[in-house]
């Protein structure tokens, strides 16, 4: 199955500093170990293996808005630098003198562009379950593709959010996991039996408590993310 590219974007703050005199864009792409909001029947968070490999291998650009016409820096020219911390993945650009680059410095430096995003592959992903219950999708290696500082995110937490996400490039490790199509992974319910093969086992076999309170327990974690979201 050929990879499809996905995209992620963080809240953490991405700011105009100067360094020996010459201004940088610098800020988190990728938060380890953050829970998503609701990508639409799962969440997922971040490992801290996700970028090892692809800092030092891939070919990443900086481009803002994700538009190729407007690059930033390339971190095999100099103009981009990739690490990995504790916290995730940072990087800091040194910005061309170009029109587009000072009128992005110039918004920045105003607060009006603020949050930034990641374009990447899945080189491996696993999927679990959370502690209520609910499909987590945790991201171990990607191959990056660009980083880049965004005007509207679509996903408003750290890591992600529904809005926007390519759901059938998201769900096509389960897919080839449980042996089923990615269509067929349309819902809530549909993953969850993807993931603990329901359909297949007696229920004595899958939980030791009723359904209804697995449910709940869902329902109360769904509650929770829209809370958080909306603090």
Not at 77 to 83: E, F, N, P, W, Y
Not at 91 to 110: C, K, Q
Request: glycine share 6%; proline share 3%; hydrophobic share 35%.
């Amino acid at each position: 199955m050929k990879k499809r590219m996905e995209r992620r974007w963080t809240s953490g703050e991405v700011e105009v500093r100067e360094k020996m005199g010459k201004a940088t864009i610098e800020g988190y792409a990728a938060m380890f170990e953050k829970l998503s909001q609701n990508l639409g029947g799962f969440v997922e968070d971040i490992k801290d293996s996700a970028f090892n490999k692809t800092v030092k291998e891939s070919d990443v650009r900086a481009v803002f808005n994700h538009d190729e016409n407007y690059v930033l820096g390339r971190n095999k020219s100099g103009t981009l630098d990739l690490s990995v911390d504790k916290s995730g993945l940072y990087y800091r650009i040194i910005p061309p003198d170009t029109s587009y680059a000072h009128d992005l410095l110039a918004v920045m430096e105003r607060g009006d562009v603020n949050q930034s995003s990641f374009a990447f592959y899945t080189m491996k992903d696993d999927w679990g379950m959370t502690e209520q219950d609910f499909p987590k999708r945790s991201l171990i290696e990607v191959s990056l593709v660009d980083v880049s500082p965004v005007t509207y995110p679509a996903y408003l937490d750290t890591t992600s959010g529904i809005g926007g996400i390519d759901r059938g490039a998201a769900l096509s490790g389960l897919a080839a996991r449980s042996g089923c199509k990615v269509e067929d992974l349309s819902d809530l319910d549909a993953i969850v039996k993807a993931l603990t093969d329901e359909e297949r086992k007696e229920p004595d076999e899958i939980h030791s408590e009723p359904m209804p309170n697995r449910w709940s327990r869902r329902a109360q974690f769904m509650r929770d993310l829209e809370r958080l979201l909306d603090e």
